[in-house]
T-cell receptor
Framework: AQTVTQSQPEMSVQEAETVTLSCTYD???????LFWYKQPPSRQMILVIR??????QNATENRFSVNFQKAAKSFSLKISDSQLGDTAMYFC???????????FGQGTELSVKP | EAGVAQSPRYKIIEKRQSVAFWCNPISGHATLYWYQQILGQGPKLLIQ????????DSQLPKDRFSAERLKGVDSTLKIQPAKLEDSAVYLC??????????????FGQGTRLTVV
């Protein structure tokens, strides 16, 4: 069975500082993808960043970067220069490339404080 | 391009009543997902369609939930009869293809269901 675990229910960070959200996962597949999604109060789920498991290089998207540790099955998200608009729920997700399944962790509620 | 459309946005029903949710995915997206998101939790996959066929419905409570995707485009999710614990946001998502190469899942705004 595939699982995604986020052990930090809530995090807070001061504006302009850096925060790291943790995620671990379990899968028996070799070919999979990992994602971080942002869900603001409006409920619209938005893709923040993605990582292909076969790529060793960590993905980056502007202020967002990941630390992908395949052997440890760890996939953390770093947000640099945090902005008030980053306040949201963040979900880690695992995509199975064979069946196309997409499963989510429990989420981390991030608050960026002025 | 237009996003994933869901309706209604909100629904309040009494327990034991039935309810239906509708999803119109992005044009050309073969894969469609329905998720249940209880307040404060992550989305739980209920069912995954590939065109009009079911790929995974292992977590769909089939005694009360049903879903269909006739013609491989629009989809409806039905609950009959509803229970109090069905109160949640129901999210629909779609994407091209079946694998994840050069594709991502796009989500609708969800339907918030309250069962009283």
């Amino acid at each position: 069975a595939q699982t995604v675990t986020q052990s930090q229910p809530e995090m807070s960070v001061q504006e302009a500082e850096t925060v790291t959200l943790s995620c671990t996962y379990d899968t028996s597949e070799n070919n999979y993808y990992l994602f971080w999604y942002k869900q603001p109060p409006s409920r619209q789920m938005i893709l923040v960043i993605r990582q292909e498991a076969y790529k060793q290089q960590n993905a980056t998207e502007n202020r967002f970067s990941v630390n992908f540790q395949k052997a440890a099955k760890s996939f953390s998200l770093k947000i640099s220069d945090s902005q008030l608009g980053d306040t949201a729920m963040y979900f880690c997700a695992l995509g199975d490339n064979q069946g196309g399944k997409l499963i989510f962790g429990q989420g981390t509620e991030l608050s960026v404080k002025p | 391009e237009a996003g994933v459309a869901q309706s209604p946005r909100y629904k309040i029903i009494e327990k034991r009543q039935s309810v239906a949710f509708w999803c119109n995915p992005i044009s050309g997206h073969a894969t469609l997902y329905w998720y249940q998101q209880i307040l404060g939790q992550g989305p739980k996959l209920l069912i995954q369609f590939q065109n009009n066929g079911v790929v995974d419905d292992s977590q769909l409570p089939k005694d009360r939930f049903s879903a269909e995707r006739l013609k491989g485009v629009d989809s409806t999710l039905k609950i009959q009869p509803a229970k109090l614990e069905d109160s949640a946001v129901y999210l629909c998502a779609s994407r091209r293809g079946r694998g994840w190469v050069n594709t991502e899942a796009f989500f609708g705004q969800g339907t918030r269901l309250t069962v009283v």
